[in-house]
């Protein structure tokens, strides 16, 4: 057994002996959704939901799930439903997603422009989804653009140097790719990736 079988094994014990435990569904519904077993995931964040109708942690893996399954507007309907600050980036980043699985490229980047980042680490995981999407649809160009304005508003981030790289190889740019990886190492002297 691996130490997540176990720790789900004990969880899954402690829901069934005290089924009102909220802590211990929380940690067996998230148990269930790392290792992919989604519809009992859903069935524990669900159960939490009715416990605890506050929950906007459940809203949002249930918005996950819905995702992964491919109920797009069930994904939406919970994403639009969390209001808690500590989980409103998180949802807004995940309705551009669903958008852009959705194949509604305008849209999805159309929101992620909308979204106000309260700090500089959303602001990077911000450009880094728009970034994404603008790859995964054949938009290098734009995504580079992107990560060019990106390295001026934050410059040196290692994420988004990183992006850049990647971004630059695709397009054949060895040399501007080597500068990046170079910089990168020179920010993260441990990134074994730039290396």
Known sequence: WSIDDRALYHFDRLVSLEPDHKDAI?????????????????????????????????RLYLAYIARYQGYYQIAID???SISAERYYFEAQLEIGRVLAEQGKTDSALSHFAR?????????????LAEEDLLRNVNRAEQALDL?????????????????????????????????????????????????
């Open 147 to 195: 990560l060019d304005a990106a390295l001026i508003d934050i410059p040196d981030d290692p994420d988004l140097l990183y992006a850049r790289g990647l971004i630059l190889a695709k397009m054949g740019s060895l040399a501007d790719h080597e500068r990046d990886m170079r910089r990168l190492m020179m920010v993260e002297p441990n990134n074994a990736h730039a290396y």
């Open 78 to 80: 919970w994403l639009l």
């Open 26 to 58: 929380l940690s067996t519904a998230l148990l269930y959704f790392q290792e992919g077993s989604y519809e009992l995931a859903q069935e524990m964040f669900e159960r939490l939901l009715v416990l605890d109708p506050n929950s906007d942690q459940s």
């Open 115 to 127: 979204i106000i980042p309260d700090s500089s680490d959303q602001l990077v995981r911000s450009y």
